[in-house]
Structure formats: C-alpha cells, structure tokens
C-alpha cells in the first residue's frame, strides 16, 4: 500500500492507494494543517511508502515528514521536477524552476493519452501547460484562479460582492453587479481555454478545485480528472528524494 499525498496552497489531498485502487482518502485546509490540525490518516500498520507532491512551503512539508515518521515510521519521498519522464520533456530552460504539482499533472495527462494536450489545473491560481505531438512540454501559462479574482475585487473596490453559484449561460449578460462578477470572472478563463484549445488543436485534460465547474461551461469540455497531480505520483520513473535529507 501506498499514501500519497498532494499539498497544494488551499487544500492537502491525500490518498491511500493498494494494486492501483484508492482504498482511502481525504483532504483538509492546509491553513488548518499549518496551525496544529495533523492529517487525519488511518491506521495501517501495511503501509510500504509515502509519497508527497508539495507547492505548500518548506514548513508543510517539513511538518508533513514528522506525521509519517511518527505515524507510520515512514521516510516521506518528495517528487522532483527533472528534465524528462519517459517521452515526456519538461519545457522549461531550467526544470526546477517548474511547479511539481504542474509536472505530476503533465505526466499524468500523457500517461497512455495521445498528444498534443492542453492540461488545465484550476486552482488558487490556474495553470495551463501545453505538450506537442512528440511529447514535449512547451511551457504554459498562468492566471489568477476564480477565487483570488472574486478576492481582488473585493479588496481592490467598495467590497463588491460575487455570485458564485450562476448556473445559466455565461454568455447570458449578469443582470446584477453581483452575477456581472461571476459570469465575467468565469468568462475570463473559459475564453482562455478556449482560445488555446482552438490555437492548438490540442485534448483538453482539466483539473483542480474549480476544475469541474470550469470544464462545464466550456463550449466542448475536456476529461476531467480530479486527482491528475496525485496520479502523477505513480508514473514510472518519477524523480524522488528523501524528506528526510531536505
């Protein structure tokens, strides 16, 4: 059995995983987690190995390595970005320089699907990476995600508030000030996807906390896959070093 684990700047997901099927999982705050709050993890005296992929700070998973020693007696391995995985080629003139949790998704999203790809992680922040039709990375881009949009305009204006719960057409104007931020926040990274999706030629593969709702207002949704970045963990010849050397 194997734990993996996914700690991004919003919420830690994790997962416990036996022959490729997910037995256990859950998630939290990683704001509660930093202030005190340990993963809640069950007790399984089989697990073999630990695996965490992190955009959350040094601290979490510093944090993150002292639970699963204590918990499991379990060194915590932390993937690396490297210069390539298989046919994958990571894009960037320096590889490190790459988020994880985008590398973890590109493997993922390539892993037994035919390029070019576009890979959407929708996030606090959202990530787009492109993959060509050879399998190589040839960078991305990357946004505000709704909620730090709704955020901005909050703080950055006389509070105006969002309606995040508009279920009708985005290109059905917002009667209200209230839907007008909504829709148009949405809009925003919808006519992004889709400008790329039609620039490109590319399968759309979408993830993230706002992943699902975002994929279906596109005009021709892609394959949503909640746990892209953890399935990424478990792709041949990911890079991992020890938690306890960091």
Not at 15 to 22: E, F, H, L, W
Not at 68 to 91: E, F, K, M, P
Not at 201 to 216: M, P
């Amino acid at each position: 059995m194997i734990l993996q684990i996914d700690a991004g700047n919003t919420r830690i997901k994790w997962r416990i995983i036996d022959a490729g099927t997910t037995i256990a999982d859950g998630h939290q705050l990683t704001r509660s987690f930093i202030d005190g709050e340990a993963l809640r993890l069950p007790i399984i005296s089989s697990l073999k190995k630990a695996q965490l992929c992190n955009v959350a700070g040094e601290s979490v998973a510093a944090l993150l390595v002292a639970q699963l020693a204590a918990q499991y007696n379990l060194d915590l391995q932390l993937a690396q970005v490297s210069q390539q995985v298989g046919s994958v080629i990571c894009g960037y003139e320096h590889p490190e320089k790459l988020g994880v949790d985008r590398w973890m998704a590109i493997l993922a999203a390539s892993d037994g699907r035919q390029a070019p790809l576009i890979i959407v992680d929708a996030g606090s922040a959202v990530t787009i990476d492109m993959v060509d039709d050879r399998g190589r990375h040839r960078g991305g881009y990357i946004v505000p995600g709704i909620t730090l949009m709704h955020a901005a305009l909050w703080k950055g204006t006389d509070r105006v508030k969002v309606d995040q719960q508009h279920s009708d057409s985005l290109s059905i104007p917002g009667i209200n000030t209230e839907q007008a931020v909504g829709k148009g926040c949405s809009f925003m990274l919808v006519a992004l996807i889709e400008r790329l999706l039609a620039s490109y030629s590319a399968d759309l593969v979408i993830t993230g906390g706002d992943g699902e709702r975002l994929n279906s207002q596109l005009a021709r949704p892609g394959d949503y896959i909640p746990d892209l970045v953890l399935d990424g963990l478990s792709v041949e010849q990911v890079c991992f070093v020890s938690g306890g050397s960091q």
